[in-house]
């Protein structure tokens, strides 16, 4: 059985960061890509990160690309979402998710419970 599981949020005033990990087990890992995702109260979840299975391809949503870094690390099956400068408009709760390499929810075949992350201004 699959099981993702997100970690690292939390409350962080304007431009803070912070770095969310998402632990996977129950499949091999490095066969596929990783996404996160995010949900803010009242709003569709959104596309925010994704990595390639091998971690050569990387993107990101607009309202993300040059604060937020993501990652993974295959020896340890966890991928990363390193977030800087962070804006109150980045609070929601973030998923991740593994699956086909996306910007669409619809490609990724298992999800993590989710972590909030609040940015106060």
């Known amino acids: 059985q699959v099981q993702l599981v997100e970690s690292g949020g939390g409350l962080v005033q304007a431009g803070g960061s912070l770095r969310l990990s998402c632990a996977a087990s129950?499949?091999?890992?490095?066969?596929?890509?990783m996404g996160w995702f995010r949900q803010a109260p009242g709003k569709e979840r959104e596309f925010v990160a994704a990595i390639s299975w091998r971690g050569g391809v990387r993107s990101y949503s607009d309202s993300v690309k040059g604060r937020f870094t993501i990652s993974r690390d295959d020896t340890k099956n966890t991928v990363y979402l390193q977030m800087n400068s962070l804006k109150p408009e980045d609070t929601a709760v973030y998923y991740c998710?593994?699956?086909?390499?996306?910007?669409?929810?619809?490609?990724?075949?298992?999800w993590g419970q989710g972590t909030q992350v609040t940015v106060s201004s």
């Open positions: 129950g499949r091999t890992f490095s066969s596929y890509a």
């Open positions: 998710a593994s699956g086909r390499l996306s910007t669409f929810k619809g490609d990724y075949d298992y």
